[in-house]
């Protein structure tokens, strides 16, 4: 139940924050085409709100496992191995995205704490707001790439597939 309350609140919010864009940009081209005038904190907080999705979009992208993906050597260098070697590989590669989002998740914490007394031009907030949807999004996307490997570590490379009711 708390899953499905998550998963409505990621595509939720994903989706308020590319309509807020949608609507910032579609005033600020009036505005400065039509009455001539323009506002400084519109393209800021434009500037936020599409930093805010691209990291919390990703998390969802990832749930949806609708990322671009460029595997043409993992696929052909599987297609050579044996499922042992598969296996390896395959843990390799999670181990390595695994780490990097880890450390995505530190250094934008840091960033994000080095960033708090800096204000932003237009609209006077913390740039720390900007910088924590880093962290926020990586936490976001790791709990979604754990949640995938050990659905795709059952689903290939154990028998749980034909035996679904044996203990973990």
């Known amino acids: 139940m708390l899953i499905k309350i998550y998963d409505k609140l990621e595509e939720t919010v994903s989706l308020f924050l590319f309509l807020l864009i949608f609507s910032l940009m579609t005033v600020g081209v009036i505005n400065r085409y039509v009455f001539s005038v323009t506002f400084s904190w519109n393209i800021e907080l434009c500037r936020y709100s599409f930093v805010w999705l691209t990291f919390l979009g990703a998390a969802y992208v990832r749930k949806m496992d609708t990322h671009i993906k460029i595997e043409i050597l993992y696929n052909f260098i599987n297609k050579k191995l044996s499922k042992g070697a598969q296996?390896?590989?395959w843990i390799a590669k999670e181990i390595l995205t695994i780490a990097?989002?880890?450390g995505?998740?530190?250094f934008g914490f840091v960033l994000a704490n080095?960033?708090?007394r800096f204000k932003s031009q237009a609209m006077q907030i913390p740039q720390f707001y900007l910088y924590i949807s880093v962290s926020i999004g990586a936490l976001l996307y790791l709990l979604r790439e754990i949640?995938?490997?050990i659905r795709f570590y059952r689903k290939y490379f154990t028998d749980y597939k034909m035996?679904?009711?044996r203990s973990n």
């Open 87 to 89: 296996k390896i590989i």
């Open 147 to 149: 949640s995938a490997s």
């Open 114 to 116: 080095k960033t708090w």
């Open 163 to 165: 035996n679904p009711n």
């Open 104 to 106: 995505l998740l530190y």
């Open 100 to 102: 990097f989002l880890i």
